[in-house]
């Protein structure tokens, strides 16, 4: 059976972001419990990297996976567009109630690409509905990325993915990001050169959005920012009229520490976009969460002045009461005491790696931590070290991260540490 599914993948499936001809053939999956990941060969991985950063309650949660059993018998799909339901409504309000006060309007989408896409539409329209037509350029940090749609990737341009469609891509406007580390001695001189080059394009151009992955860029390697930073962004962006998009499709629901990274920044921006963790890792589904004075400006008597956009599965039932579950488990005593125990037990781990000469940048923000590997030792032996301990984790380039489920046991936590250090040599004991 293991032979007969390889062989047909081989044969029919074309996977994402992978060479095929060069890559290892695929893992085959065939289930999933708490952090671990059961592979058709007997193995057991723990999932270092939550599924590209989608599970926070681990695989298979009871209360998920009956939350979307129970509602697939009562109303598995509906048109959103002149219907509505009780499971969409009730995750937009209690995404409204944990998001600052304004943030309360959320129009649903399916994954992250398409929940940036909506949010440029709606601030291009923004300003389009109220008359002011050159309002119309876009900011952008380099090293972000959000998403492989057109949209999504003019935004993501500096991340390197998308050559083959350059042409493509429309103008954004990219300023430097201050990617900042432990122990970083030149943290107010990468603030101040940011904060420079995007009051220079705020000026030069009528600008509609500056949009950021905040606290932490997620693709571009996981680069990590200040609170302090975004404030000043914050107001640069406001004082010039223009909205401030926070692209939080992975730094949402807990990553960062906090709920919401715009909560851990005391920043409000105008629009917020959400996907990975909605669901828990789930289902597909995205949301973006709009300042009710910006939807009231596509209020009219008019087809014109609405938000023509949509998706065919807008706002999925079975997604909503996956989101619904995952947000109580969130919201839970333990969930919360675990979100910080990783951080915790990170935080005291990395003290070993400070001063390896091996690796570089070393950089934490709640559960997500990471680090640069200077060029001589390959990412590659690490994921493959890793791999024969039974984790996994998937470099980005030369940069090793951690981004576990909540649920992650301690011991297997620790074991990860215990692995990396014997990699770099700190320790031989594995
Ligand atoms: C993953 C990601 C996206 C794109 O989400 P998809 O669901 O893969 O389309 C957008 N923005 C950020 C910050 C992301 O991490």
Redesign the pocket.
């Known amino acids: 059976m293991n032979d007969t599914i390889l062989s047909l993948d081989r044969k029919y499936v074309w996977h994402p972001f992978t060479q095929e001809q060069t890559s290892p053939p695929p893992i085959v999956a065939i289930g999933g419990e708490f952090a671990k990941i059961f592979t058709q060969d007997g193995r057991e991985l723990v999932d270092m990297i939550s599924s590209w950063?989608v599970n926070l309650h681990g695989h298979c949660n009871k209360v998920i996976a009956n939350a979307i059993a129970k509602q697939a018998s009562i109303l598995e799909q509906v048109i959103f567009a002149d219907f509505t339901h009780q499971p969409a409504v009730m995750l937009a309000t209690k995404l409204a109630h944990l998001l600052p006060k304004d943030l309360s309007r959320v129009f649903y989408s399916d994954?992250?690409?398409t929940a940036?896409e909506v949010a440029l539409k709606i601030a291009l329209q923004y300003f389009s509905n109220s008359g002011d037509y050159s309002r119309n350029h876009l900011i952008a940090f380099d090293g972000g990325?959000?998403?492989?749609t057109v949209g999504?990737m003019s935004l993501g341009k500096s991340s390197g993915y998308f050559r083959a469609w350059e042409n493509l891509l429309f103008s954004v406007e990219m300023v430097p990001y201050p990617a900042t580390w432990i122990n970083d001695d030149a943290i107010a001189e990468k603030e101040e050169a940011s904060l420079v080059a995007l009051s220079k394009a705020l000026d030069v151009n009528k600008v509609a959005a500056v949009i950021i992955?905040p606290l932490i860029q997620?693709?571009g390697g996981m680069r990590m920012c200040r609170p302090e930073f975004l404030k000043n962004v914050a107001k640069l962006v406001h004082d010039a009229g223009a909205l401030l998009v926070f692209?939080e499709?992975?730094t949402g629901f807990g990553r960062t520490g906090a709920l919401f990274a715009c909560l851990k920044s005391a920043v409000v921006p105008d629009i917020i976009?959400l996907?990975?963790g909605l669901t828990g890792g789930f289902l597909p589904m995205g949301a973006t969460v709009i300042k009710e004075s910006i939807y009231q400006a596509f209020l009219g008597d008019n087809l014109h002045h609405a938000f023509l956009h949509g998706h065919s599965y807008t706002a999925n039932p079975l997604g909503c009461v996956a989101g619904l579950a995952s947000l109580d488990l969130l919201l839970s005593k333990d969930c919360q005491f675990r979100i910080s125990n990783i951080e915790t037990i990170c935080r005291n781990r990395i003290k070993a790696l400070l001063d390896s000469r091996k690796i570089l940048n070393l950089r934490l923000t709640g559960t997500v931590v990471a680090f640069d590997l200077r060029d001589n030792i390959t990412a590659e032996r690490f994921r493959k070290m890793f791999l024969d301990n039974g984790f996994l984790i998937r470099p980005l380039g030369s940069v090793i991260y951690f981004i576990p489920p909540y649920c992650i046991d301690q011991y297997d936590l620790n074991r990860a540490w215990d692995i990396l250090e014997e990699i770099l040599g700190l320790r031989n004991c594995i």
Do not use: L, P, T
């Not at 990325?145 to 492989?148: E, L, P, S, T, V």
């Open positions: 950063w994954n992250g690409s940036v990325y959000h998403g492989d999504a992955e997620g693709a692209d499709v992975m976009c996907s990975k």
